[in-house]
């Protein structure tokens, strides 16, 4: 060692992070060219059911076969399982035995946004406005004030569904929820931020007209029930057996002046759905089987039929490996499992919040997470050191920029993901992803690197030999 010169030394032994892009052009093109489809699975899809629908609608073009537990399927066949519209499951089945285990990536599709209440619809002071409750984490004064679309369904007694989806088209209304003007906002500015705008306030404004008939009570409400029903042929008790969301309307955009960015609603968790079922869709006889699962009900939890504490993805392991009579024990026992979720991207402009060794950056690759929680690593699902040094491997093996880190500074909050719901079950699971901006905001930020990065780190995952 003496020989060589402390430069020398210092780049055996130290590591420094880079950014891919700026050196290497041909890498942000490609990071480029991936995200045109990714900018559409966003635009396209704002709920968990679009989203369901759009990917089932991939599965079946690239020749996915609905699953039959009755069948009997060959290397490198390919099957797919919708759980209740919500949740989508692709499998590629591998030259290996099932024992050998399965490569699980799992992905979640729901997003936070603002539900419907069972009965919203109501008029004052000649409006008529819904009430919604919200879902999952949201930062509740960031959803005033912007353009706001509604997607759900109605499902009515005698088994018909009625799809919603207005506020997207250039040519469609959209709603909002007001805020005070600056003027009289002296009350509210003296409330806490976190109470800025309360649950109860977030009524969502979707008319002002009232039948001419000035006898009616309520002509507003009435008025925009006549529209909804001439529109989607509902009465109002259909309300009460919908589920309806709120999102935030229009498309998913480039950001920056070099387009390396892209902006949108529900990155979280998309932006790992989408190249994790393309990873799937492109993965041919693979070793092991693959099993690509794009989850419901992460953000409230994962509880639920359509969530990962629910068995529906076990039951589907388990169907795979009767069908092969591969005992289900062992093939957990040598699975793999890659949660795919997003991390907190380094903010510039917050960056008190974050402890900058440890933290994820935006275009530094794709982000592995050992271990998520709070506090004193409550909640965690802690990766093993050793499915760390195979996932890493990996990634280098396939020169995937990978970067690490937590969650931001210690003791200011944190977070989970679907990891432990897995690892719980006995499989070896990582968090993967992309580092966001804005989580959980109306308008999400990404880098285009790490998506492209993400994908890559999915295939080589996927399609690993051992
Ligand atoms: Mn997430
Ligand atoms: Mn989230």
Aim: net charge negative.
């Amino acid at each position: 060692m003496s020989e060589k010169n402390m430069e020398t030394i210092s780049k055996e032994l130290l590591f420094q992070p880079e950014y891919p892009a700026d050196s290497n052009n041909a890498i942000l093109q490609e990071a480029i060219e991936f995200c045109e489809g990714y900018k559409e699975f966003l635009t396209n899809g704002k709920t968990e059911r679009e989203i369901s629908e759009i990917s089932e609608n991939m599965l079946i073009k690239a020749g996915y076969k609905l699953f039959d537990d009755t069948a009997s399927y060959k290397a490198g066949d390919k099957v797919y399982f919708i759980n209740r519209k919500k949740c989508v499951l692709a499998a590629t089945i591998g030259s290996e035995s099932m024992e050998k285990g399965f490569r699980l990536n799992i992905a979640h599709i729901d997003a936070p946004r603002l539900d419907l209440k069972p009965s919203p619809l109501y008029e004052k002071a000649h409006f008529s406005l819904l009430k919604t409750h919200y879902y999952g984490g949201i930062r509740k004064y960031q959803w005033t004030a912007v353009p706001l679309a509604i997607h759900g369904v109605f499902c009515k007694p005698n088994g018909e569904t009625v799809k919603v989806s207005i506020g997207e088209d250039a040519n469609d209304p959209v709603f909002c929820i007001t805020d005070l003007l600056p003027h009289l906002g002296a009350e509210q500015n003296d409330r806490k931020l976190s109470d800025g705008i309360r649950g109860e306030e977030l009524n969502v404004l979707i008319g002002s007209q009232s039948v001419a008939d000035e006898s009616v009570k309520e002509g507003v409400k009435l008025n925009t029930m006549i529209l909804l029903n001439q529109k989607y042929g509902i009465v109002e008790r259909d309300f009460n057996r919908a589920e309806i969301e709120i999102v935030p309307a229009g498309p998913a955009r480039d950001i920056g002046f070099d387009r390396s960015m892209v902006g949108g609603y529900a990155q979280d968790d998309r932006v790992e759905a989408y190249p994790a079922l393309v990873a799937e869709i492109n993965c041919k006889n693979p070793t092991f089987t693959t099993v690509c699962v794009l989850t419901d009900k992460e953000e409230t939890g994962s509880d639920g039929v359509t969530g990962m504490q629910s068995d529906y993805v076990f039951h589907f392991l388990q169907q795979l490996c009767r069908m092969q009579g591969a005992d289900y024990i062992r093939a957990c026992q040598a699975s793999k499992c890659m949660s795919s979720d997003v991390t907190a991207a380094y903010d510039p402009t917050w960056d008190s919040a974050y402890e900058p060794l440890n933290s994820t950056y935006a275009g530094r690759g794709v982000a592995i997470t050992k271990y998520t929680g709070a506090r004193g690593k409550g909640g965690t699902s802690d990766a093993c050191a050793e499915l760390v040094a195979y996932v890493t491997g990996l990634c280098d093996e396939a020169n995937v920029t990978w970067q690490m880190g937590e969650m931001g500074r210690i003791d200011l909050g944190g977070g989970g993901t679907i990891a432990l719901d897995v690892a719980n079950r006995g499989i070896d699971t990582i968090d993967v992803g992309v580092p966001v901006l804005s989580m959980h905001a109306p308008f999400e930020v990404t880098h285009k690197i790490d998506i492209l990065m993400a994908y890559k780190a999915f295939v080589a995952f996927i399609n690993a030999k051992a």
